[in-house]
Each structure stands twice: as structure tokens, then as C-alpha cells.
């Protein structure tokens, strides 16, 4: 009994850190589909006259999750909206994503 529930913990631990893993890719993916061709693939293209700015700045990085994913839903300047166009996962995703970009 006792190993099984190793085993089970083991295969959960195994599976949660799968899940992480797949959740920053997915993120990667949709940024790449999606906002690449303003931000740049690295995240890191300005254009001031449109309002693009490097999303590796610390203004930027020091945002909470929460901003972030309203700027992305609801849009930002002349950010279009992604609420309904992605899913509130895909959104995350995304911000995650964004969190890693230095």
C-alpha cells in the first residue's frame, strides 16, 4: 500500500511538472502566432509612433499578471482586444510567457 502511493505521488509530481512545462510552450506558441509580428519573436521591437514597446522593459516586468492579462484582453492603444479571439487560458499562457522574456 505504501508503494503505491509512492508511485502515485511520484506520477503526480511527474505530471504537474509536465503540465508547467507545457503551459510556458503553449504561451511561446501563441505568442508567436499572435503578437510576434508587432512585439518581434524575442518580444523586445519598439516602435513608439504605434505604442510598441519592449516587453522585456522593466516597465513592463514589473507589472502584475493582472494588468497584463487586462492589456491583453481588453487591448491597449492600438493593442486590439484578444477576449474572445483567445481563450482566458491562452491569455495566461501568454503572460507567462511575456514574465520570461529578458
Do not use: W
Not at 7 to 26: E, R, T
Amino acid at each position: 500500500m505504501r508503494s503505491l502511493r509512492s508511485v502515485l505521488l511520484g506520477a503526480l509530481l511527474i505530471s504537474l511538472a509536465l503540465s508547467n512545462i507545457a503551459f510556458a510552450q503553449s504561451g511561446a506558441d501563441v505568442f508567436k502566432t499572435k503578437c510576434a509580428a508587432c512585439h518581434g519573436p524575442d518580444g523586445k521591437k519598439e516602435m513608439p509612433a504605434m505604442g510598441v514597446k519592449s516587453l522585456a522593459s522593466p516597465d513592463i516586468q514589473k507589472k502584475s499578471d493582472d494588468e497584463l492579462i487586462a492589456s491583453v484582453s481588453k487591448g491597449k492603444g492600438k493593442m486590439p482586444a484578444y477576449a474572445g479571439k483567445l481563450t482566458d487560458d491562452q491569455i495566461k499562457q501568454v503572460v507567462a510567457y511575456v514574465k520570461t522574456l529578458k
